[in-house]
């Protein structure tokens, strides 16, 4: 379920990758030039998306994903060639749309079905893995906790999400809001502190049957992010 602050920061990252940005991630994700600054993030993210992938069955085969902020939809194409059936969401139709177009002719053994939309939808059924990359840094601790049951009670396997570490450079530098040139910075992002994150998720109610398993932590350049593992007990 979602609440004021949840829409209203969903509200700003669809104008956000909708229009203001929508060129330069679109560069980013491609294997275009980019400056210094942004080449460090496209390879953070690279190792990041490579290290969500790792936690996941190498044979996907007959199994349901849904890829929760796919952006243009690297990660979906990986899974839909090991055999899953993605769901590919995200709020801003124009990332979606160069997701489309970008994914192979031929997916097979897997399939993507791309959809416009919330993550947080019931309507796009129950999954056997949720992967959120680098979909929810833009929110406080207990606003990921919320996503995180959101998806819960339609998730069988694993939940898998990365979040903004709160350290004191990543603090320092995302409060200056230097990750990106003026002219297309991107909505706040929020570092939080990994423990209390992982102790908001432990005490939990809705998230009884879940267990942190693993946590990886990517960082070089402009780019940290830490990832997070979800598994049923």
């Known amino acids: 379920m979602t609440d ?8 700003r990252l669809q104008t956000y990758f909708n229009a203001t940005a929508m ?7 491609s294997d275009a030039p980019v400056s210094r600054i942004r080449q460090t993030v496209r390879e953070g993210r690279d190792r990041m998306r490579d290290t969500l992938l790792s936690w996941l069955p190498q044979d996907l085969s007959g199994a349901r994903l849904l890829d929760a902020g796919c ?31 970008r994914a192979p002719a031929h997916l097979a053994p897997g399939s993507i079905t791309f959809q416009v939309g919330d993550m947080l ?22 606003q990921i906790v919320n996503v995180i049951e959101g998806v819960a009670d339609r998730t069988d396997r694993s939940i898998l999400l990365t979040f903004a570490p709160q350290t004191p450079a990543l ?18 992002i929020i570092p939080v502190r990994p423990s209390a994150l992982v102790y908001a998720i432990e005490q939990s109610r809705p998230l009884r049957g879940w267990k942190v398993a693993r946590t990886q932590r990517v960082s070089g350049g402009f ?11």
């Not at 004021?4 to 509200?11: E, F």
């Not at 060129?23 to 994700?29: G, K, Y």
């Not at 939808?121 to 207990?142: E, W």
Request: charged residues 20%; aromatic residues 8%.
């Open 4 to 11: 004021a602050v949840y829409d209203q920061r969903r509200g």
């Open 23 to 29: 060129d330069a991630w679109a560069q980013l994700t």
């Open 121 to 142: 939808d019931p309507s796009f059924g129950r999954f056997d893995h949720v992967v959120a990359m680098d979909s929810l840094i833009h929110y406080p601790t207990q």
């Open 223 to 233: 780019y940290t992010s830490q990832a997070l593992e979800l598994v049923r007990r």
């Open 171 to 188: 603090t320092v530098m995302h409060g200056m809001g230097r990750l990106f040139p003026r002219t297309n910075r991107a909505p706040e």
């Open 71 to 101: 952006g243009t939809g690297a990660l979906s194409v990986v899974a839909a060639h090991r055999g899953c059936a993605v769901t590919a969401v995200d709020i801003a139709a124009n990332l979606v749309e160069i997701a489309r177009e």
